[in-house]
């Protein structure tokens, strides 16, 4: 194209784990200078471990300072998010403007903050920002969504919702996430006849603090016939909640899970079958370390619908059932709407006492074809992924053209 590697700012958001994991498959694309910014505490690390996972190149990683404020709370009446004001927000957001300076970043990525976008497209940075799931028609949203100069998303552009597509499709790039394991060439498995003896894996999400205990007791006590394996956040069961440091603020501010990001915290053994009232079924692990092994010795898989450990759930070849958890803009529900529209994929909702478990897990176990066309919709070969962020770029530079 005649220009060269383009410099490209990641702005990464600072709650969760999956928006560095995109920032470092972005990277590993090979076709940009990537400098990575963000308030994740351990962001380096994070990204490191997710470019090495990936064997890839690991990128530049600038920290900011963290936009929480104690005692902070939104005007009323604020089209923005989060406005909170103080020496603190003047440093990160000189630090934001520093790093696209020193950098020399002919476009910024924004995943994801209404605020670091317009802070930047005010600084005359042209700006590709990112659309995710959920009820976003907000005055946040619809005034980033129209500032931006391109728009990007994490899966293929048939999970979209129609209606917001028809408005903005042809400025978004749907980019999916990079098939690393030639998933795609792989039909998913069939679990065991009647799901008798079957070895069910259910991964919690960390944003809201995990799923309620009660909740797995339902889901395990509907298919008595399985064995249920929770690996995550447990609330109920003291040692398998969440750690503060990555719950905090989840009610608030946007929280992505991505599962590979889960270590073990401490040395407590899981919660065994039967033990504390558990069903005789059901074993709570606490935080998994090789997701994509303990994927692998499950049946049928099911998750917490965050994008992340959706991925991972249909990477690794197994029927999938869809569990939302609360988040804000309802994303994990809109999430699963559209899997299900999309691809059929079943999905049961933990805090609904009625939710039907046994029908979703029967459905995904008569139809584990409903996983494949759910990897169809979230993955990309990986030229093809390279091919789009590239295209991406490309178009967030050339700017907004008049309609």
């Known amino acids: 194209m005649g220009h060269g590697v383009r410099r490209v700012l990641y702005y990464a958001h600072q709650h969760g784990s999956g928006h560095l994991q995109h920032a470092a498959a972005a990277a590993g694309t090979g076709r940009f200078d990537l400098t990575v910014v963000s308030a994740h505490a351990r962001a380096a690390e994070v990204v490191g471990r997710a470019a090495a996972t990936a064997r890839v190149p690991r990128p530049a990683v600038l920290p900011l300072p963290s936009d929480l404020v104690d005692g902070h709370v939104q005007p009323t009446g604020s089209p923005l998010h989060h406005t909170p004001t ?16 020193r950098t020399g970043a002919e476009a910024a990525v924004v995943d994801v903050s209404v605020e670091a976008a317009l802070f930047l497209r005010l600084a005359g940075y042209p700006v590709a920002h990112r659309r995710m799931h959920g009820d976003r028609t907000d005055a946040a949203h619809r005034i980033v969504y129209a500032e931006a100069d391109h728009l990007f998303a994490h899966y293929r552009a048939e ?23 030639g998933r795609l060439e792989r039909r998913a498995s069939t679990p065991p006849a009647g799901l008798r003896g079957a070895h069910i894996a259910v991964l919690t999400a960390t944003g809201g603090g995990g799923v309620a205990v009660d909740a797995l007791r339902r889901a395990a006590e509907a298919v008595p016939q399985a064995v249920w394996h929770v690996h995550g956040p447990v609330r109920g069961q ?9 719950s905090a603020g989840a009610t608030e501010r946007k929280t992505e899970r991505n599962a590979s990001a889960h270590r073990a915290t401490d040395g407590t053994a899981p919660a065994r079958a039967g033990e504390g009232g558990l069903p005789a079924n059901l074993v709570l692990h606490g935080w998994a370390e090789d997701v994509p092994g303990v994927l692998a010795a499950a049946d049928l898989v099911v ?101």
């Not at 999970?159 to 394991?181: C, I, M, Q, V, Y």
């Not at 003291?238 to 990555?246: M, W």
């Not at 299900?340 to 995904?364: F, I, L, N, S």
Request: hydrophobic share 40%; glycine share 8%; aromatic share 8%.
């Open 86 to 101: 103080g020496p603190a927000i003047r440093d990160r957001f000189a630090a934001l403007f520093d790093a696209a300076r």
């Open 159 to 181: 999970l979209e919702d129609p209606r917001w597509r028809a408005e903005h499709g042809d400025r978004t790039t749907f980019l999916g996430s990079a098939d690393l394991t």
């Open 238 to 246: 003291g040692q398998q909640e969440a750690p503060a440091s990555l």
């Open 303 to 403: 998750v917490s619908a965050g994008h992340g450990g959706t991925v991972e759930a249909v990477a690794s070849g197994r029927p999938v059932v869809m569990a939302p958890e609360p988040r804000p803009f309802a994303e994990q529900h809109r999430f699963a709407e559209a899997a299900r529209r999309c691809a059929g994929v079943p999905w049961a909702v933990w805090e609904d006492p009625v939710t039907d478990w046994a029908g979703a897990v029967q459905a995904a176990a008569e139809d584990p074809g409903s996983a494949d066309r759910l990897a169809a919709a979230l993955l990309t070969p990986p030229d093809e992924y390279a091919d789009l962020w590239e295209r991406a770029v490309e178009r967030t530079i050339a700017g907004r053209q008049p309609r």
